[in-house]
């Protein structure tokens, strides 16, 4: 017998008992006739019974009820009841465990919506307990540093003694702090490392340290590059402008009245603010394409009849070095869609340096040719479609027979005043941003600049342009412009 019945028996026994010794007093003291006092006692017995019956078949119940309140974890309907107490208390019960289960809902979906947002931040995210030890990391810290840096000391992963020193320093009680740290591989890159203090909640929870990693690299190396662009065209303008001045001042001072001097210093000076005139519009040019490298060019253009033109404006300049200028091209070359200004600067920068470093005696070749656009497994096609670009394009290789250029220097022969001999591209009317600009405006056109280069045979800079649609190869190249 459950103790519940127990006290539930006594209770009973005792009303009743109560209500016995009641009727037998009325009953002694001859206020009650036996017959009725043994018909009260007899209805009190049958009442109480009933009475208790009902109260242990709803104490159960609500027991029984109250377990599977426990046990589920869904909303649960309240059982009928035999008493109205019961019932109301049955309803209460299932209210409450439907408010529990709500709250219990919303906590899961905040912790889940709470790690799905860490998870998917961008940046490396990471939680150190009171001894330094990763207790958690996100997604973006787990692929930057490993995913074996969780539960390890945080010096295990990054060696940093700077970002070491903040981490303790906070975890003393120091103030929030940031860092730059240097990642030196796989390939070198800038964090800026914020280092946080985190309380946990709880009373006496130790101190933890939240460790936040944001990559600035990017920007280290455009503000490097705009202060090393600065410093490199100022440089450039201020050899011509000094070598001018000095001219000038030897002119009006101690050359003043030689003729034979005069004639030859305006000569240099000549050259100076012709290679200052180049420098600046080459500036000028390189900020203007790279202003609307990200709008695609609308035209249509005769890549052909461009080279064509080039090649007659060149010539004197080609026969100047001895060197004899060719153009292959097709018979017909589709059209591109481009700016034809640019295109033209592009290939003038090309045929020019490949005369400027060509030697004298060769040949420079300027080849055209279309690439099939069902071909796509070509070398041509696979290079436009790293960049995006896929369909029919065409190639314009320029090849010299000059010094060539040796390998190390090839991934650097694009940026703005690269030079492989400063002196020699100086000495050659050099401005050392053509291949700057070249790279920007294929760019802009979605082709590819390929550059090939064999250091005592010479090089072939290649640019691949993607073609108009529908225009394969029906514009016949001899008879355009
Ligand atoms: P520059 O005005 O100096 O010619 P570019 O940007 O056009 O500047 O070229 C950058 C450097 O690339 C040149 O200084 C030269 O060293 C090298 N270069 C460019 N074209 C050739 C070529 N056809 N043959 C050998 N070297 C070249």
Redesign the pocket.
Known sequence: MKPGSVQLGLAGALIGSLAVISVLALMITGLVPPVIGMGLILFHAVAVLVLLRMVRRDTRGLLSFAERLAETPTAQTAPVMGSAVANDIAQAMARAHQLWLDRDDADVRRAAAAEAVLETLHDPLILLNDARDVLRANQAARSLLGERMVGRDLAGTLRNPTLLEAVDAVLAGGASRTVEVLLPVPVERTLEARVKPFRPAGADQPLQVLLTLHDVTVLKRSEQMRADFVANASHELRTPLAALIGFIETLRGPAKDDRAAHEKFLGIMFDQANRMSRLVN?LMSLSRIEMDEHSPPTGAVDVARIVRNLAVTLEMRAASRKVKLRVDSPDSLPLVVGDEDQLSQVFQ??I???I???KEQTEVTVTLSANDPAGGGSAAARALAGRGTRGPSITVA?T?R????ART?LPR??E???????A???A???????????KHIVNRHRGRLIID?EVGK??T?TVLLPAMAGTGGEIPAQQAG
């Open positions: 080459d920068n090309l020019d340096n490949a400027k470093y060509g320029v010299d000059g010094e060539g250029i220097h022969l694009t703005r005043f690269y030079r492989v001999d400063p020699r591209s100086r050659l009317g050099g401005t050392g941003l053509g291949l700057a600009i070249v280069s010479g090089s800079f």
